[in-house]
């Protein structure tokens, strides 16, 4: 399998910004569904937001209105702009990708059913 590789995150203080990018060979051109997963420690990994072939895009409620997700099909990489940062969106944050619909009954595809991810990258809020 192709790896998908993260980078981007940091440590920023309260309202500043951050930019995740996620380089996936093959999987953004193909018009695979790519996400964006997040994970605090002790918690289940999240859904962040997730976006299809189309450039249709849907997220979390939490994170509406301050990140967008994004893609280059041309580079093959998925982007995440994290905007208004607050400190409950510190966390390890995933890329990950698969052929499904990114939709589904409303709501975001689920961690289970992605089966290509990244390492993560660390973003700290303080």
């Known amino acids: 399998d192709v790896q998908l590789v993260e980078s981007g995150g940091g440590s920023v203080q309260a309202g500043r910004s951050l930019r995740l990018s996620c380089v996936a060979p093959g999987y953004i051109r193909a018009g695979y569904c790519m996400g964006w997963f997040s994970q605090a420690p002790g918690n289940e990994r999240e859904g962040v937001a997730v976006?299809?072939?189309?450039?249709?895009?849907s997220y979390a409620d939490s994170v509406k209105g301050r990140f967008t997700i994004s893609k280059d099909n041309d580079k093959d990489t998925l982007h995440l702009q994290m905007d208004s940062l607050k400190p409950e969106d510190s966390a390890m944050y995933y890329c990950?990708?698969?052929?499904?619909?990114?939709?589904?009954?409303?709501?975001?595809?689920?961690?289970?059913?992605?089966?290509?991810w990244g390492q993560g990258t660390q973003v700290t809020v303080s």
């Open positions: 976006i299809d072939g189309e450039g249709n895009a």
């Open positions: 990950a990708a698969e052929e499904i619909p990114c939709m589904v009954g409303g709501g975001m595809a689920k961690k289970d059913d992605f089966g290509f």
